[in-house]
């Protein structure tokens, strides 16, 4: 898609599906989605390759069946599910189908769901019939027990649990089998597409976006590349965050090229996908960026990496980049916004504008989608067409949301940041106050502590520094099996309740 193009869908006439429905029209026949080619190791299904049209076809049949649920529009739909083709496949169907897209992370676990999907309204959770050895039919079963609201537990695979509607004849129904969907009354694109969820000191906070809100997200990244039409990317970022819609779904939308998808990580079939990307771009999270340009694993035929730092604060202290790869550091301030810059020519990352982004190095006539500033209290906020000002269904059920804006439409991100001396640039020292982020994933240390002591009230739980991660968990108990076990019956998240599996040393001891 170029760029002239690209400018217009950051209005408020295209959506989503309008940006699909654009590269379908245009190359019909050409290849829009590939599954990891290791599929079968962590979901016992072969891979899927799908067409635009074959893509559209399965949006279209999914959209329908949602609707044959009985689901109205505009009701939020919850997806938790790996990085494969179903996870685009479902975005937009639920896109399309005039609902709303609720994406939850796929480590979150019953206690989670059920707190998150139960400020948001959600009727219907999307998801897999299981990754690796762990059923998240069934933990979505247990959710929907948990909370009456939720009718229809949906998802993809085989051996399904009893109760479960299963979807994959999404991919084989013909066109004559698809019934009308039902558009958003007025301009859709204005209306609620996604709601993701953040974390602050309050708890759990939605944060919804319009398609244009959404847009803006992915044109932040696509503006600091080339903007070249039919691009190939390989993206290990999955679609349960904001940043994983703007930096996977939206830069394949906006360059109409064939997104290739990555689960965890695996060098092998990492290698042979690179092999597989002509010229194309790779989407990973910045602390794997060097460990895997090192390896080898880049090859020659990798024309830009974005990294995606979930930790900004970490930012400073990257290393100079030697490899002739282009780098596009994206700055993630949880699910409030994001900033993204080319590596300088020194081979480091570049600090974050004070007030707008630096045009000089984007295309002529591109718009400027975020701003960024210090706020009295020493923290930075961002303001910008992909910056939400209001946390989602706001009032009594979010009280205290930290989503607010000021006079000028800045929201306050919680990240420390000092202003350099230059006046002109902004760097970020710490997370918010309070928050233990491990990798992507935030939690509220008090909370951590409380789920703990409520299972073992001698137990201990820390966050001690790490290289990749930032911070990682560890836990301390006389029965470290017994403790962990304890937790992940009762639906804790894996992280913590994994803090509490004995280590190799002391089981070799």
């Not at 009308?180 to 602050?200: I, K, N, S, Y």
């Not at 000002?389 to 000092?418: I, K, M, W």
């Amino acid at each position: 898609m170029i760029l002239g193009e690209s400018r217009h869908t950051a209005g408020s006439a295209a959506t989503l599906d309008d940006l699909f429905r654009r590269a379908g029209v245009r190359h019909p026949d050409a290849i829009a989605l590939v599954d990891p080619t290791n599929r079968e190791e962590f979901a016992a299904s072969a891979p899927r390759t799908l067409t635009f049209a074959e893509a559209d076809r399965a949006i279209s049949a999914l959209a329908a069946m949602l609707r044959e649920l009985g689901l109205q529009t505009d009701t939020p739909v919850a997806m938790q599910l790996p990085n494969t083709v179903e996870s685009l496949i479902t975005f937009l169907a639920i896109l399309r189908a005039g609902m709303i897209a609720v994406p939850i992370p796929l480590l979150w676990r019953q206690q989670e769901i059920v707190a998150a999907l139960g400020r948001v309204g959600a009727k219907a959770i999307v998801t897999a019939a299981g990754v690796r050895s762990l059923c998240h039919a069934n933990i979505a079963m247990r959710a929907a027990v948990d909370l009456f609201q939720i009718r229809h537990v949906c998802a993809f695979g085989s051996n399904l649990p009893d109760g479960v509607t299963p979807l994959d004849d999404v991919f084989t129904r013909s066109d004559d089998d698809l019934t009308p969907t039902f558009p958003r009354p007025g301009v859709a694109a204005a209306h609620v597409a996604a709601v993701t969820f953040d974390l602050d000191a309050s708890g759990l906070v939605p944060i919804a976006r319009s398609h244009v809100e959404l847009v803006a997200g992915g044109l932040e990244t696509f503006l600091e590349t080339d903007g070249s039409p039919d691009k190939s990317l390989l993206s290990t970022i999955p679609v349960g965050s904001f940043a994983g819609i703007a930096l996977t779904a939206l830069p394949w939308l906006l360059t109409g090229g064939t997104l290739h998808l990555h689960h965890g990580f695996n060098p092998k079939a990492f290698a042979a996908q690179v092999r597989d990307l002509a010229n194309g771009a790779v989407i990973l999270p910045a602390a794997t960026v060097m460990p895997i340009a090192d390896a080898g694993l880049l090859g020659d035929n990798i024309q830009t990496v974005v990294a995606l730092w979930r930790s900004p604060e970490r930012l400073s202290a990257a290393k100079a980049w030697q490899h002739p790869t282009t780098v596009i550091d994206v700055a993630c301030f949880g699910e409030t916004g994001l900033v993204a810059a080319r590596r300088g020519a020194n081979g480091l990352p570049v600090q974050i504008p004070y007030g707008a982004v630096d045009v000089t190095r984007r295309p002529t006539g591109a718009p400027t989608v975020i701003q960024a500033t210090r706020t009295l209290g020493g923290t930075l906020a961002l303001r910008g067409r992909m910056v939400p000002t209001h946390a989602f269904l706001p009032g009594e059920r979010n009280p205290g949301s930290r989503l607010t804006s000021d006079l000028s439409a800045y929201v306050d991100t919680g990240f420390a940041c000092q202003v350099e001396r230059n006046g002109q640039a902004l760097t970020v020292t710490a997370s918010p106050p309070g928050l233990t982020i491990v990798g992507g994933y935030r939690f509220l240390q008090g909370d951590i502590d409380e789920l703990v002591a409520q299972a073992d009230p001698t137990a201990t739980i820390v966050a001690l520094p790490d290289v990749d991660l930032g911070l990682r968990l560890a836990g301390s108990a006389e029965h470290r099996d017994a403790l962990c076990a304890k937790l992940q019956a009762r639906g804790t998240n894996p992280l913590i309740a994994g803090a509490f599996r004995p280590r190799r040393g002391i089981e070799a001891a």
